[in-house]
């Protein structure tokens, strides 16, 4: 089993570690409070926000990743790399 759950932590770090670096720290925090407010009202059951189980998570998600497939595929980036001294 523990075979199993480190060849998946592998697969999981590989994929991580190629996907680009395009959404900077402005569209991070706007992407993680647009995502916790989809999801609380997901969760309030608001009838015509049943998509808002997947966007939330979604945005969350490419937020905690830094990494934006639609931006990506579009060639667009927010981030700009720390400035080295």
Same mark, same amino acid.
């Given at each position: 089993?523990?075979?199993?759950? &480190?060849k ?9 570690? +190629?996907?680009?670096?395009? @959404? +900077?720290?402005?569209? =991070?925090?706007? =992407?993680?409070? @647009?995502?916790? !407010?989809?999801?609380?009202? /997901?969760?309030?059951?608001? #009838? %015509?926000?049943?998509? /808002?189980? %997947?966007? +939330?998570? !979604? $945005?969350?998600?490419?937020? @905690? $990743? =830094? &990494?934006c #497939?639609?931006? /990506? %595929?579009? +060639?667009? &980036?927010?981030?700009?790399? #720390?400035?080295?001294?």
């Amino acid at each position: 089993m523990e075979d199993l759950i &480190s060849k998946i932590k592998a697969q999981l770090l590989k994929l991580i570690g +190629g996907l680009p670096t395009n @959404v +900077g720290t402005i569209d =991070r925090i706007v =992407r993680i409070a @647009v995502g916790i !407010l989809l999801l609380l009202v /997901a969760l309030a059951g608001v #009838p %015509w926000a049943k998509w /808002a189980y %997947w966007i +939330g998570p !979604l $945005l969350i998600l490419t937020a @905690v $990743l =830094r &990494s934006c #497939p639609i931006y /990506a %595929w579009l +060639g667009k &980036s927010t981030y700009t790399p #720390p400035e080295e001294d």
